[in-house]
């Protein structure tokens, strides 16, 4: 069944939305992840616009976020002051975001710069989540190996402005976890992606969070950050196309809440070199996809209306 989608300016089956909308729901629910890392090149390879997939992926993270949160929240595994202070670092950051956003849109770079930035991010997170995750899997198959500490404390444990994480039992900075958040918001207004894949890892190495805590409490900050994101991004850069979002969240929404449940039959090390190995593939196909010849060498499109 094919749909139009106005913004987006194409036409596409709707079963295979609704598809890759409860894809990408179940590993937010799998991974505490918000899933745009995979979604917004997905929707790329299907003939979106980039600008488009960004600014509409913002909406399915949020419906994606909150399915897969209410199963971490019934397992009491939401450190929610600790999630609120990584959500008032995000909003700054998705502020920024949308304003750099506008900017290389204006000037007519947005989707090379996207795709650029998909590729280097996506490639160096991706291996070094791979590298440790195959040293940790080594590392669990010999019991007389030493295991180091979660984290070591180092000079950003030092800064000011202490407070106490009861949940997580931390006593930290509250500017990591906000700076945490404020990378975060930019990632989710730049490049539609929650952020889940660099902050999970953030977040157990820099804040030292108990793993059983990170999932929750990432997809719980995420919630609002993406929600801003998807409000800034439909005011200011008119890239929100609720077509397309409708049917992302509706499959989004499903596929969290099989991969909260999931979750729970996975080792901290298998999920992570999972995702590291799914990243890596997205990774690989952004840039054959950029350096490769396209098929159509030119195109011709109007100019936005004033």
Do not use: C
Request: proline share 4%; hydrophobic share 55%; charged share 10%.
């Amino acid at each position: 069944m094919q749909v139009y989608l106005p913004i987006a300016e194409i036409s596409v089956n709707a079963i295979l939305l609704l598809g890759l909308g409860g894809v990408v729901g179940f590993l937010s629910g799998l991974f505490g992840v918000g899933g745009g890392f995979l979604m917004t090149p997905l929707l790329i390879f299907i003939g979106v616009p980039p600008a488009v997939a960004v600014g509409t992926q913002a909406n399915q993270l949020v419906g994606a976020s909150v399915s897969g949160v209410l199963g971490h929240w019934r397992r009491r595994n939401v450190d929610v002051r600790l999630g609120t202070v990584m959500m008032i670092g995000g909003a700054f950051g998705t502020a920024l975001g949308v304003w750099v956003f506008g900017v290389l849109q204006q000037v007519g770079q947005i989707d090379l710069a996207i795709s650029i930035m998909y590729v280097l991010f996506l490639g160096v997170i991706s291996s070094l989540m791979l590298w440790e995750s195959v040293r940790a899997l080594l590392r669990g198959r010999n019991p007389a190996a030493v295991r180091s500490k979660l984290h070591h404390h180092t000079w950003l444990h030092g800064l000011p402005f202490k407070m106490r994480f009861p949940r997580s039992r931390l006593y930290i900075s509250a500017l990591l976890p906000a700076g945490i958040g404020f990378v975060g918001g930019m990632l989710v207004a730049i490049m539609g992606i929650g952020g889940g894949f660099l902050l999970v890892p953030a977040m157990i190495y820099l804040l030292g969070m108990p793993t059983a805590l990170v999932a929750g409490t990432s997809l719980f900050q995420i919630i609002f950050t993406t929600g801003i994101a998807a409000f800034m991004q439909a005011t200011f850069n008119q890239t929100v196309d609720v077509m397309l979002a409708l049917l992302l969240l509706v499959g989004g929404v499903v596929g969290a809440q099989f991969g909260s449940r999931a979750g729970t039959r996975l080792r901290g090390e298998q999920a992570r070199a999972l995702l590291a190995l799914m990243v890596l593939a997205v990774a690989v196909k952004l840039l054959v996809d950029l350096v490769l010849r396209p098929e159509d060498l030119y195109s011709i499109t109007l100019p936005p209306s004033t």
